[in-house]
């Protein structure tokens, strides 16, 4: 005769493993950005939108960036118009969200992601608006001590 005790045990095993793996995906559709900006920047919206496109929520400070760049450790020079944390991560400028993404799945021991300046064709900076024109430019990992490489290369159309 089989214990008593044996398949309610088989069903507790069953609901923890499923509510492990409905909390991971609750998880990753929860993810939030805080984001700083300054409150007229077009492209920072537009930067957003494409965030909010992969199912990440926001939570926006329209008080310029500068002080919050500063706050969070990312170098002046790395700086572009908007900057955001997410999952602990400094993201400045216009960083694609694959790269975010990636970063996330990878979780390297870095402080973040930066896109310095405001590259054509880079999101935020693509599209009709801004001529449908595309320069190359780089994502950087950007370390604690302000030390960079390049995370991710992107190839321009002009």
Same mark, same amino acid.
């Given at each position: 005769?089989?214990?008593?005790?044996?398949?309610?045990?088989?069903?507790?095993?069953?609901?923890?493993?499923?509510?492990?793996?409905?909390?991971?995906?609750?998880?990753?559709?929860?993810?939030?950005?805080?984001?700083?900006?300054?409150?007229?920047?077009?492209?920072?919206?537009?930067?957003?939108?494409?965030?909010?496109?992969?199912?990440?929520?926001?939570?926006?400070?329209?008080?310029?960036?500068?002080?919050?760049? /500063?706050?969070?450790?990312?170098?002046?020079?790395?700086?572009?118009?908007?900057?955001?944390?997410?999952?602990?991560?400094?993201?400045?400028?216009? &960083?694609? &969200?694959?790269?975010?993404?990636?970063?996330?799945?990878?979780?390297?021991? /870095?402080?973040?992601?930066?896109?310095?300046?405001?590259?054509?064709?880079?999101?935020?900076?693509?599209?009709? /608006?801004?001529?449908?024109?595309? &320069?190359?430019?780089?994502?950087?990992?950007?370390? /604690?001590?302000?030390?960079?490489?390049?995370?991710?290369?992107?190839?321009?159309?002009?």
């Amino acid at each position: 005769m089989k214990h008593p005790i044996a398949k309610p045990r088989k069903w507790s095993v069953l609901i923890i493993v499923l509510s492990m793996v409905f909390s991971g995906m609750a998880a990753a559709s929860e993810l939030v950005a805080d984001i700083w900006k300054d409150p007229n920047c077009g492209c920072c919206k537009l930067w957003m939108e494409h965030l909010k496109e992969a199912g990440i929520n926001l939570r926006v400070s329209e008080t310029g960036n500068a002080a919050a760049r /500063a706050r969070l450790g990312m170098p002046a020079k790395l700086g572009s118009c908007h900057t955001a944390r997410i999952n602990g991560y400094v993201i400045e400028g216009h &960083v694609p &969200v694959a790269d975010i993404q990636r970063l996330l799945r990878e979780k390297p021991k /870095a402080l973040g992601l930066a896109v310095p300046g405001m590259p054509l064709g880079s999101p935020g900076m693509d599209g009709p /608006a801004y001529g449908n024109r595309a &320069v190359a430019y780089d994502v950087l990992l950007v370390q /604690a001590d302000g030390s960079t490489r390049v995370y991710q290369s992107y190839q321009g159309s002009q």
